[in-house]
């Protein structure tokens, strides 16, 4: 470990945050063990006082002669002074008991403290109460607080120790987890400077254990999935482009060049004319659809989602293409949910999805043939399935077709420019509905499923 790694982990938020709880919780010790010693140390003092008062009070009202006799016995039975009595006459001289001197200061009826030199053994500490006699004299009760004091002390002594070790602990602790942070940081640098440097395909790690920055790092993940399909996407829009719309551009050109070499009659000149006029329009038309496809990715439409009925979309646009698919001598069968089939989201774009996979699924089909729309929910989803007849699509292109301008190779020769199942992936990205694309044996089947409202 470098001193450089040990100076930076101070600076982890890790450290910062636990560094805070052991200062709180330290604060909460130590105030904790604070009000158990006063409150300890209060009661032991209190049940002294208690015992103390009850014994004046006791010996007070006892005759002269009774309560001389009693603290002469007294004196006999503690040798040892745990419980040490003085009587005084009224000018200060002792007549019995253990305590041959009156305390330098005390009040009466008052519980003070006093240490008792003992010829016999060393000082200790004396809590006791006075009494002004009828006669004049004075009585003294006093109790050895040595023990309580010697608790008091271990009690200190055990908030001392158990604090310092709990700072030591919370210190460590503090460390190891800055040093933890500091690692699982240098990690997902790491990581990110080899994405931030060309390589898309990389992912910053998770340990799977769903904690902030295992949530952070897939939300990440999910943002460089994006951008790889994005980058990806361009490569190919910029490949498709140069394949597909070099052949139109191309026509266009070569028509214009001849009108411009060769004297035309009105006629041939105007039928050139409409030709380059049509396939500028069918330029135009490609570049409307790449358009409107990056606006749809770009969420512009999200803040206008509202409920909508996926059953009824799914059945405009099979009674749109109805006619179409009669004309083409294709069967048109739409079944739709039994349940309700609400979704949040956009009817224009789900309408305009739905119509894409309709037209791919008519045009591809032969004839005589069926496709089939159905509307299924199930577990929470609403699900749009449509099913055709035709060639189908290779399981190795099934990704490759989402992208803008994509043909394959047994649909160069139809009518189209690659762009409807782009747009269908991009509203299916856009409302968070999944699309997927199979094999219906013979035939393709497209599905489209998305979250029912409230799910």
Request: charged share 25%; hydrophobic share 40%.
């Amino acid at each position: 470990m470098s001193y450089v790694r040990l100076s930076e982990i101070p600076r982890t938020t890790s450290f910062r945050t636990a560094l805070l709880f052991l200062a709180l919780f330290g604060c909460s010790f130590f105030a904790l063990f604070g009000y158990i010693y006063w409150q300890t140390t209060g009661y032991l003092l209190a049940e002294v006082d208690t015992a103390l008062y009850h014994e004046v009070e006791r010996q007070s009202a006892q005759a002269p002669a009774l309560r001389h006799q009693e603290m002469l016995e007294h004196a006999a039975q503690d040798p040892e002074g745990r419980h040490p009595q003085g009587l005084f006459d009224a000018s200060g001289n002792p007549l019995a008991g253990a305590i041959r001197q009156l305390p330098a200061s005390g009040a009466d009826d008052k519980p003070a403290e006093f240490i008792w030199d003992k010829s016999h053994g060393h000082d200790r500490p004396i809590r006791y109460l006075l009494r002004r006699l009828d006669d004049g004299g004075t009585l003294l009760l006093g109790q050895d607080i040595h023990d309580i004091r010697e608790f008091d002390e271990l009690l200190v002594n055990a908030l001392i120790s158990g604090g310092s070790l709990l700072l030591l602990v919370g210190l460590l602790g503090a460390i190891a987890l800055g040093l933890s942070a500091r690692r699982r940081l240098e990690v997902l640098s790491r990581s990110i400077r080899k994405i931030v440097e060309g390589d898309l395909s990389g992912r910053l790690p998770t340990r799977g254990n769903n904690d902030d920055i295992d949530r952070i790092a897939e939300v990440v993940n999910g943002m460089l999935d994006a951008l790889e399909r994005l980058m990806s996407e361009v490569k190919g829009v910029c490949d498709d482009i140069a394949h597909d719309l070099r052949t139109p551009l191309t026509r266009l050109i070569a028509g214009l060049e001849r009108a411009q070499r060769r004297s035309l009659s009105p006629q041939a000149c105007g039928a050139t004319i409409d030709t380059a006029l049509g396939e500028a329009k069918g330029l135009m038309q490609t570049f409307s659809a790449l358009l409107r496809i990056s606006e749809i990715e770009g969420s512009a439409r999200r803040s206008h989602f509202t409920p909508v009925d996926f059953n009824q979309i799914a059945a405009d646009a099979v009674e749109l293409f109805e006619p179409l698919a009669q004309e083409r001598g294709i069967g048109l069968a739409f079944h739709p949910s039994a349940d309700a089939c609400r979704l949040l989201g956009d009817a224009q774009l789900l309408f305009d999805a739905t119509c894409n996979l309709l037209d791919n699924a008519i045009k591809f089909s032969p004839e005589q043939s069926t496709v089939t729309v159905s509307i299924s929910t199930r577990e929470q989803h609403c699900t749009l399935s449509i099913r055709d007849q035709g060639p189908g699509i290779p399981e190795a292109e099934r990704e490759a077709v989402l992208r803008r301008l994509y043909r394959g190779e047994s649909s160069r020769h139809t009518p189209g420019n690659g762009l409807g199942l782009s747009m269908v992936s991009a509203v299916a990205r856009l409302h968070e509905m999944r699309l997927q694309i199979s094999d219906a044996h013979p035939g393709c089947q497209v599905q489209l499923s998305g979250a029912l409202q409230g799910a």
